[in-house]
């Protein structure tokens, strides 16, 4: 478990929708979350399947933030934003309250600023939701390797 989750994303507060880090390298991320009623698009008891999308984002963030190793402990994640949404398949409508949701993100395709991000949110073995999304990072955050 890494402890890292507000030193590698900018969300904080209500956005914040990553809980913990269970691995994360320069191409993959892997973060569980909890769904609570101060999540966006809550309503009903459950949550809406399209926050989906920025919770893959959010783990995707992780990665694309993660340096290894650090040159400095006080290095900060650099910023990066949501350019396009490829595919998204929803395989529910709703997240029920208190659901534990396994977010993972593979780094397809990178190229300078620009990468392409598969993504996956399961609970338990079954797969609520498949992303592929478009990023660009700024260029104090982009890995000096190309990821192919």
């Known amino acids: 478990m890494i ?3 507000e030193r590698l994303i900018p969300h904080r507060g209500l956005m914040r929708l990553v809980d913990e880090i269970i691995s994360v390298d320069e191409k993959t991320a892997v973060t569980a979350s909890t769904v609570t009623e101060s999540w ?20 995707a963030g992780i990665c694309l933030g993660w340096k290894e190793p650090r040159k400095k402990e006080e290095e900060l994640a650099g910023t990066g934003w949501i350019v396009g949404v490829k595919e998204a ?10 659901s534990r949701i396994i977010t993972a993100s593979d780094r397809v395709f990178q190229v300078e600023f620009y990468s392409e991000i598969a993504g996956t949110a399961r ?8 992303v ?11 890995n000096e390797e190309t990821v192919s």
Do not use: R, W, Y
């Open 132 to 142: 592929k999304l478009q990023m660009v990072q700024s260029d104090s955050n982009v």
């Open 3 to 5: 402890d890292d989750v």
């Open 123 to 130: 609970v338990g073995d079954e797969t609520l939701a498949e």
């Open 89 to 98: 398949v929803f395989h529910h409508s709703e997240i029920p309250l208190n």
């Open 40 to 59: 966006p698009m809550v309503e009903g008891g459950a949550a809406n399947c399209i926050v989906l999308v920025e919770l893959i984002a959010q783990t």
